[in-house]
């Protein structure tokens, strides 16, 4: 005799949904779980064991006859301790402990050794396949319940134990079906918290603040290079502050990536904010891009939608900060492995900060450099051209000097460059409709052509430019599109002489 139950496993940020059969036959004893289970679903079986017994229920045992359970497809790896409850349940409905029908329910939860129901990663990429999958009825740990009722028609029962369930499935004791949050509400709600740091609160750095808006409005990737305390961290943190909130179907995107990497609270179920991740620069490239034996969600893919700060730029491994070089341009990460290949969304603006030498005081006002002409260029090796590339900014964040720091002086808030920022961004929106594009970062040579007219004098200004300092093709396009930026901020429809020579400004030292 066998039974089938639904559960599901995740898939990058995807889920797919999971045949839970379970058979009893004649023979000598054996609890066996198949179809690709990884340590963590072995190990189920002693769980399962013991939670039925501690729930009032007839575990198996010598008594019993062969126990077989099949996760399928087969070909499907199956990691995490999510078919505890399902492996459960089905033996209790095949041994008839319980009677009830399977059929459009979907069952995924951990259970520990006295039935106590543990929460699981996923949940909402979950709900969202079981839905769209046609079934009408998910039970998950009631410590999940708020996440997985973001979904709207589709039942959400969570439940604290294995007896709740057991009992709600004979029909002794329902359990109530969670309420749907209403994701406008909490949305519009999140939306009006006041963000951590505000510009007004950054004293001087006029010119960063500058880039900051740029960036923010063309999603352009910038580097910060200056002494240590001249406020580059502060102002890395800062332009989360500036880009524009995000729209609902972006916080579901986001908030899908938190859950599978395990990382919502339980008091915070949906994320509203852009997240800001900043890794440390010992990270490894597992941690940066993601990956492990069977592929999660890395830094860059959690500040997807958001802000990637790498602080100390050049002590970050070489071969680490190669591995963003696919992401930066392609806006998503795929990881292979010998069981196939999955993709994270890695759509982030990238800030980074660096000091101009290894003791920080190149050409500092007054502290004097100790560093060997040898050590400033392996310092400076360290990153590499096609990297730097992909650098649409490069500014220089210089010591603060007193009447700057202490001196009043009424600077804009976050609130008002962010309005701005989000003008300019509905400008590109409409320049973009219909083109799979949606900032100038992403214009191709093709667009760059299209949109990107100059007129008469910054035509002049260009070719002298080009032909005085030797910039290369790629560079000449990198600075049409902040050029396109900067005439966006203006609401000027051709760049302009001003929007061009502001936008040189922002090169690399080396280029200029």
């Known amino acids: 005799m066998s039974v089938r139950l639904y559960s599901a496993a995740l898939s990058g940020i995807n889920a797919r949904i999971v045949e839970v059969e379970c058979d009893l036959a004649p023979g000598l004893f054996n609890f066996s779980i198949v179809g690709l289970p990884d340590m963590a679903v072995k190990e189920s079986k002693d769980r399962v064991s013991a939670a039925l017994k501690n729930s009032g229920a007839a575990p198996p045992s010598r008594r019993n006859k062969r126990v077989t359970v099949n996760l399928a497809p087969a070909d499907l790896k199956k990691e995490g301790p999510a078919y505890d409850l399902p492996i459960a349940l089905g033996y209790l409905l095949v041994s008839e402990q319980v009677k009830f029908d399977p059929e459009k329910k979907l069952f995924a939860g951990e259970l520990a050794l006295d039935g106590a129901l543990r929460p699981i990663d996923g949940v909402l990429s979950i709900v969202i396949e079981a839905k769209n999958r046609g079934f009408q009825t998910v039970f998950v740990p009631s410590t999940n319940a708020a996440e997985a009722a973001l979904v709207k028609d589709i039942e959400i029962i969570g439940a604290n134990n294995l007896t709740e369930i057991m009992e709600h499935l004979d029909g002794k004791k329902l359990l109530s079906i969670s309420k749907n949050s209403e994701l406008s509400d909490i949305f519009a709600k999140n939306l009006d918290s006041d963000p951590e740091i505000d510009l007004a609160l950054i004293r001087g750095q006029e010119k960063a603040k500058r880039v900051l808006e740029i960036a923010a409005s063309g999603n352009h990737n910038v580097i910060f290079s200056g002494p240590p305390g001249s406020g580059k961290t502060l102002l890395a943190k800062a332009l989360a502050s500036i880009l524009p909130k995000l729209n609902l179907e972006e916080a579901i995107e986001v908030t899908r990536i938190w859950s599978v990497a395990g990382l919502l609270k339980n008091d915070r179920s949906f994320l509203s904010q852009r997240p800001f991740r900043s890794p440390h620069h010992t990270a490894s490239g597992v941690a940066l891009v993601g990956g492990g034996a069977w592929p999660r969600p890395g830094e860059i893919s959690l500040a997807h939608r958001g ?206």
Not at 438 to 456: G, P, Q, W
Not at 465 to 477: D, L, N
């Open 307 to 512: 802000v990637l700060f790498l602080d100390e730029f050049p002590e970050f491994s070489r071969d680490v900060l190669e591995n963003l070089r696919q992401p930066l341009e392609e806006n998503t990460v795929t990881i292979s492995r010998a069981q196939g290949s999955l993709s994270f969304p890695a759509q982030f603006l990238m800030v980074a900060a660096m000091n101009p030498c290894p003791c920080g005081y190149l050409n500092d006002s007054l502290k004097e450099c100790v560093c060997a002409p040898h050590q400033i260029i392996r310092y400076k090796r360290k990153l590499s051209g096609p990297l730097l590339d992909r650098i649409d900014l490069h500014v220089e964040a210089p010591r603060l000097k007193y009447e700057e720091m202490s001196k009043e002086i009424l600077s804009e808030t976050s609130k008002v460059v962010r309005e701005r920022v989000a003008k300019a961004r509905e400008i590109q929106l409409a320049r973009f409709k219909g083109e799979g594009i949606f900032t100038n970062r992403e214009m191709s040579v093709k667009h760059i052509k299209k949109y990107c007219a100059l007129d008469e004098t910054a035509e002049k200004m260009m070719k002298t430019a080009v032909s005085t300092m030797g910039f290369s093709a790629r560079t000449y396009h990198r600075l049409l599109k902040i050029s396109r930026t900067i005439a966006d901020l203006d609401n000027c429809a051709d760049i302009k002489p001003q929007h061009l020579a502001e936008a040189l400004q922002y090169r690399p030292r080396e280029e200029v």
